[in-house]
């Protein structure tokens, strides 16, 4: 005599769902052809351990590929409708097995299921929409991060090639009017690399705020204040060691940036970026310790930009004390950048050495 395990089952308007409740199910084969299910499986049922097996003749036709997945105390079939839509029973004959039963866990009436379907569709086109604006978003960003590095590499070439050509044909003395000549150009890539800590701060790149902003503040300090403050300044050779040294740097690190936007690598371009600052970078605070220290005389006879006290101290602190406190927090940076950068390198060329193992 045949033994047939209890069934219950469900329907949506694509599938129908068996559930088949049968423990520890072992050689289970399944087998459709046209609109008849065929189940035979050894396992423990309501009449214990035995071989259980039953068959379905459905209402209409289903696909033959049939999913299964057997958990420890029953087994779980999807079968696939061939046209999709609502099915008023499950098998061909009136009178339903005695075997098959509702799985009301899983089941839902035709205006319960449309509502399903509904509601799955407002939430794949709120995903959809959701996805949408955040690749709006990424590409705007992309867009802006590309655009600022390209502008700062247009503006530190022009400075770097102009100084260059204006070296070779004029010699020693273009070193004394790189300012006059060189200023403006500066001024503006200096102003807006103001943008890059706020980029930091924002989160608009991965990157630290704290060594951005000592490079970005520390630049502009001496190229406003001691290059733009003191007019006896603007002649000094100093002015040309500065200005070569930061775009001499600022010329490989734009565009490595620019090909990051859109993840692309230049590898003699990576290697110039975490590179050409180590002797560069001691070498331009060197340069703009020195600008300082020519200020500092400038800055005491003149007493430009003195702190005023109260009036019940009845004096002023000279600006070229402060200068001398810049000059140590200025070679405390260099430090504090050169660990950051270094550690960038560091980590760069290490993940570039894992992946090529």
């Given at each position: ?22 423990t520890d199910a072992k050689n289970i084969n399944i087998l459709v052809r046209e609109n008849v299910l065929l189940f035979q ?317």
């Amino acid at each position: 005599m045949t033994l047939t395990p209890l069934v219950y089952w469900a329907q949506r308007h694509k599938d129908v769902y068996l559930r088949v409740e049968l423990t520890d199910a072992k050689n289970i084969n399944i087998l459709v052809r046209e609109n008849v299910l065929l189940f035979q499986a050894q396992g423990v049922g309501a009449k214990g351990q035995n071989e259980y097996e039953f068959r379905l003749e459905f209402l209409s036709s289903v696909k033959p590929e049939v999913s299964y997945r057997s958990t420890q105390r029953l087994v779980n079939i999807t079968v696939e409708k061939e046209q999709h839509g609502w099915w008023d029973r499950l098998v061909v004959q009136e009178r339903k097995p005695v075997f098959l039963a509702p799985d009301f866990d899983r089941w839902l009436d035709e205006s319960d299921a449309e509502m399903e379907i509904r509601e799955k569709e407002e939430k794949r086109n709120r995903l959809k929409a959701s996805r949408h604006k955040e690749e709006g978003f990424v590409s705007l960003k992309t867009g802006y991060l590309f655009v600022y590095n390209l502008v700062q590499f247009l503006g530190f070439s022009w400075i770097f090639v102009n100084m260059t050509v204006r070296l070779f044909i004029f010699g020693q003395d273009s070193l004394y009017d790189t300012f006059h000549t060189i200023s403006d150009m500066m001024f503006f890539c200096q102003s807006l690399a103001v943008v890059e800590v706020l980029n930091a701060a924002f989160g608009i790149v991965r990157t630290g705020v704290v060594p951005t902003l000592i490079q970005v503040v520390g630049r502009n300090f001496i190229l406003f204040v001691i290059f733009g403050g003191v007019e006896e300044m603007h002649n000094q050779p100093v002015v040309f060691f500065v200005f070569y040294l930061w775009s001499a740097i600022e010329i490989f690190r734009y565009p490595f940036y620019m090909l990051g936007c859109f993840n692309t690598e230049w590898k003699t371009l990576t290697w110039l970026r975490y590179t050409i600052w180590m002797p560069l970078y001691p070498f331009g605070v060197v340069a703009e310790a020195v600008a300082v220290i020519q200020s500092i005389p400038h800055f005491y006879k003149t007493e430009l930009l003195s702190i005023p006290l109260p009036k019940a101290i009845g004096t002023s602190i000279n600006f070229s004390y402060v200068l001398y406190v810049y000059l140590v927090l200025l070679f405390l940076g260099l430090l504090f950048n050169f660990r950051h950068l270094y550690k960038q390198r560091k980590r760069c060329f290490r993940t570039k050495k894992r992946k090529a193992y």
